[in-house]
């Protein structure tokens, strides 16, 4: 067959014609052109970095741990109804939800606590070292305020969660500390409780503290009772029951009154 396609090629050249061109090696060309482009075009195209390097899983936590204390918020004063009808004064405090942070070890630390966060904030808020504390204990978000607390029972891990039900028990006794509301500066009568000097009969002395002490000494003793700055000082409140804890709302009933005013940070105990 070859032979008899040169040989009328070779006619067609000695009478003058052109032989017709072959198209089938043309198109056996730009199939192969096609083909390399598409596999360069799939070669080209960019992995996405979530099928390249995949999430690892998050790590499994033991239950809660309980704790001596969590971290709260006072919310205000509220009145509830006990079994027998009774009207008893309580104090709302939006306990929690807490989460461990750091863990502090008797082999590294010299002691066993449990660094607990309170209150999510931004995270541009945060410096940087502080930024990787939080990111060590894989928490989304960092917490505004930190507190350690001894751990009284379990097993505690950063990244866990702790909420007033895993720590507390409606009818436990507790102690409350925060900060108590600040009233300025003050004279002694309202600071301390002077009873005052005479109001009538010509007496000039009403709320002075009038004597600062002994002459003999020439100078004032420490401790001295004086006008000064009242409140804004730390106050602990011990002695109060836990009426009743709403799990759903992450909320406590103290009853009786708690030191601080409404939106105060405050730092619920065992006693």
Do not use: W
């Not at 808020?125 to 989304?140: H, I």
């Not at 702790?162 to 600071?191: C, D, L, N, Q």
């Amino acid at each position: 067959m070859q032979e008899e396609k040169q040989v009328s090629e070779v006619n067609a050249q000695a009478n003058g014609e052109q032989p017709e061109p072959t198209t089938e090696p043309a198109v056996a060309d730009s199939a192969q052109s096609a083909d390399a482009t598409e596999a360069q075009e799939a070669s080209a195209e960019p992995v996405s970095a979530a099928e390249a390097t995949p999430t690892p899983p998050k790590r499994e936590l033991p239950p809660p741990p309980v704790l001596k204390g969590l971290i709260g918020r006072k919310l205000g004063m509220t009145h509830i109804f006990d079994e027998n009808g009774r009207m008893v004064a309580v104090t709302v405090v939006e306990l929690g939800p807490c989460h461990v942070v750091q863990v502090r070890t008797p082999e590294k630390d010299g002691y066993h606590a449990a660094q607990i966060g309170f209150e999510p904030m931004k995270t541009q808020r945060v410096n940087k070292p502080m930024r990787g504390v939080f990111k060590k204990a894989e928490l989304d978000k960092p917490l505004r305020h930190l507190k350690e607390f001894e751990v009284v029972d379990g097993q505690a891990m950063s990244g866990q969660e702790v909420r007033a039900e895993h720590v507390f028990t409606e009818g436990e006794t507790v102690k409350v500390t925060g900060t108590s509301k600040g009233k300025g500066f003050a004279g002694v009568v309202r600071r301390y409780g002077f009873a005052g000097g005479p109001m009538t009969h010509g007496s000039m002395t009403h709320r002075r503290p009038l004597s600062s002490g002994a002459t003999g000494p020439q100078r004032v003793f420490k401790g001295k009772r004086s006008p000064g700055r009242m409140g804004g000082e730390q106050v602990t409140t011990r002695n109060l029951t836990i009426v009743k804890i709403l799990a759903d709302k992450n909320r406590v009933l103290i009853k009786g009154a708690v030191p601080g005013g409404r939106g105060s940070i405050v730092y619920v105990q065992k006693q």
